[in-house]
C-alpha cells in the first residue's frame, strides 16, 4: 500500500508561481511513476506531468510544458510540481497519484493505483 499527501495548494496570481508537495510513504517507491493530475469543476481528471522515481525522467501535457517542473526528493519520498507564470485555466484541484503505467497509460488516470486526496489551486487574473 501507498499513501500519498499533497500539500502546497492555494491562491495564487496570473504570472505568479506556486509549488505543490507530494509525500509518499508505504512499500518502496523505485519501480513507480509518479504523476500529477488536475480536475477543474465539470470536467474530467486530466494529466499534467510524470516523472519515474528511478532515473528521474519526466513528460509533460503540452497545456503546461515550460511553465511547470516536476521532481522528486528521494531522500524525502516527496514529489514536487513547481508551477511558474500560473495561468486562471490552472484553477483545479490537483492529485498525486502512484503506480506502474505502460507508455500507453501514464498520461490517463486509469493507469495509476494510488491517489492523494488532493490540494485545491487557484489562479486569480
Known amino acids: 500500500q501507498v499513501q500519498l499527501v499533497e500539500s502546497g495548494g492555494g491562491l495564487g496570481q496570473a504570472g505568479g508561481s506556486l509549488r505543490l508537495s507530494c509525500a509518499a510513504s508505504?512499500?518502496?517507491?523505485?519501480?513507480?511513476?509518479m504523476g500529477w493530475f488536475r480536475q477543474a469543476p465539470g470536467k474530467e481528471r486530466e494529466f499534467v506531468a510524470v516523472?519515474?522515481?528511478?532515473?528521474?525522467?519526466?513528460y509533460y501535457a503540452d497545456s503546461v510544458k515550460g511553465r511547470f517542473t516536476i521532481s522528486r526528493d528521494n531522500a524525502k519520498n516527496t514529489v514536487y510540481l513547481q508551477m511558474n507564470n500560473l495561468k486562471p485555466e490552472d484553477t483545479a484541484v490537483y492529485y498525486c497519484?502512484?503506480?506502474?503505467?505502460?507508455?500507453?497509460?501514464?498520461?490517463?488516470?486509469?493507469?495509476?493505483?494510488?491517489w492523494g486526496q488532493g490540494t485545491q489551486v487557484t489562479v486569480s487574473s
Open positions: 516523472i519515474r522515481w528511478s532515473g528521474g525522467s519526466t
Open positions: 497519484a502512484a503506480g506502474r503505467p505502460t507508455i500507453a497509460t501514464m498520461t490517463v488516470a486509469a493507469g495509476y493505483d494510488y
Open positions: 508505504g512499500r518502496p517507491f523505485s519501480s513507480y511513476v
